[in-house]
């Protein structure tokens, strides 16, 4: 079975819909509806490029590229994670944690399922890896970012608090103990939910493709758990390491709490 | 013994004291003069220069949450984090809640329905019970009434003078410093005389 094929006029209905939509929101003064476009832009063009790059990828394959891509992917949603906080940490430091927690949980995830679950021949043929990669890297992406997000603004609006507790002689960490909860909690979230909802309440974006594509359901759906445990895996350990390390960084070696590490609020 | 040495902060000249034990050193001067953030740089809150002494043990010797367990600031705005009064207060304490006006003991009391006085003398209570060598003393009575702040008074100066702990006692009122310090400071604006 081969997929029906889609051109561009059929694309643009969708399109035309959109704007649609963000025209109205215009009108009603709600705003959003210059990001609306700016993001919906940003996916064609993406999508567009990274569908030629894919193409001239699977026909060279060679592990140099696929690396050399997947670095891209790593640096740029290192520079998302730092983007969408409110008050990230500041300087080098900041961008270091979101990168250095994704690269540890989801790179070494990607590279686990590779090498010793899926096999392909070579482990890293950019036509599993890449999907693979790009899936891990995003979701664990959303998880460092809302737990990151949390710890820090949380430690700025309950300073007070947390002083307070060092002051009765807490270390650093027990006085950070509630925050730190909620931040994980934060990031473990979308994976809890995503895994509660599969198939009952959304049917999983990879598993309709691969279904749409003409796999039969049965490989379909152990496609899907595999990816949604990798996923799981991914997010976790990157929400567990960025969070370990943010909270070490909130403190100096006097245990005193750095709210200045954090850089101010955008208005 | 409490010993400062040349501790110097940002727009304060250095600082050259020293508390007994059992005395308390009372310190007042203008807002913004510098009194809550030397209290801060005492507790090890705030970076600063020039050194503090714990019985002749200087304050880098210690770790910085066992120096703020010796040397504990009672902020003059109190913070509660969890649910009831008991959970702030450290296990298998007696506190002598009678002494600071509570005729029942208030451990299963909510947060939310407590007073700014009584968190005030909640707080008191509270850093009493981990039992400091030192107390740092933001404003203790600032948000009490007259008869409370008499209470609070009496009740610090003989857990100060019995258990020979040593205070720094911040307020704006003189005369009260007048009743319970042993040495006064006065911080300036920009310079200190003692």
Redesign the interface.
């Known amino acids: 079975m081969n997929v029906i094929e889609l051109s561009v006029w059929q694309l643009s209905i969708a399109a035309a819909l959109l704007i649609a939509l963000a025209v109205t929101l215009w009108l009603t003064h709600l705003g959003v509806s210059r990001s609306l476009l700016i993001a919906a832009l940003r996916t064609v063009v993406q999508l567009t490029l990274i569908g030629l790059v894919l193409e001239a990828l699977f026909t060279m394959g060679a592990l140099l590229w696929v690396a050399l891509l997947a670095l891209a992917m790593l640096l740029i949603a290192g520079r998302e994670v730092q983007a969408r906080q409110q008050r990230p940490l500041s300087g080098a430091w900041g961008i270091g944690i979101g990168t250095v927690s994704m690269f540890v949980s989801a790179f070494s995830v990607t590279v686990l399922m590779l090498a010793v679950i899926i096999g392909p021949e070579p482990w890293y043929r950019p036509q599993y890896a890449i999907p693979l990669l790009g899936m891990f890297l995003g979701n664990t992406m959303t998880s460092v970012t809302l737990s990151l997000d949390r710890l820090t603004e949380a430690a700025w609006r ?1 300073r ?2 947390i ?10 960490q027990q006085a950070l103990s ?1 925050v730190r909860r909620s931040a994980v909690r934060s990031g473990f979230i979308p994976v809890i939910n995503a895994m509660a909802a599969a198939g009952v309440v959304s049917l999983p974006g990879m598993m309709t493709g691969q279904i749409l594509a003409g796999s039969p359901p049965s490989l379909a759906v152990k496609y899907q758990i595999l990816i949604m445990f990798g996923i799981t895996l991914g997010s976790g350990f990157g929400t567990l390491v960025a969070v370990l390390l943010a909270s070490h960084r909130l403190f100096d070696g ?4 750095r709210v200045d590490r954090l850089r101010p609020a955008r208005h | 013994m409490l010993q400062l040495i040349q501790l110097s902060l940002p727009r304060l000249a250095p600082l050259e004291l020293t508390v007994a034990p059992g005395q308390v050193l009372g310190l007042s001067g203008p807002s913004g003069s510098g009194k809550t953030r030397l209290l801060r740089a005492l ?5 600063h220069g020039g050194e503090i002494c714990l019985d002749n043990t200087p304050q880098t010797a210690f ?4 120096w ?2 010796q040397v ?4 003059a ?5 969890s649910d009831s009064v008991a959970e702030h207060f450290p296990e298998r304490r007696v506190v002598d809640w009678q002494a600071l006006g509570f005729d029942r003991d208030p451990s299963d009391w909510t947060i939310d329905r407590l007073s700014t006085g009584e968190k005030q003398r909640l707080s008191l209570l ?2 009493m019970a ?1 039992q400091p060598r030192v107390v740092l003393l933001d404003e203790p009575t600032a948000n009490l009434d007259e008869r409370s702040r008499a209470m609070v008074e009496t009740w610090l100066l003989a857990a100060i003078r019995s258990h020979h702990k040593m205070a720094i006692w911040v307020s704006h009122d003189d005369r009260q410093l007048r009743r319970v310090a042993d040495q006064c400071l006065s911080l300036g604006p920009a310079s200190v005389s003692a």
């Open positions: 309950q007070a608090v002083e307070a507790r060092l002051m009765l002689g807490q270390r650093a509630d006097r245990q005193r709490l | 507790a090890d809150l705030d970076p770790p910085a949450h066992d703020r367990r504990m600031l009672v902020p705005e109190s913070q509660w984090w509270r850093a981990y």
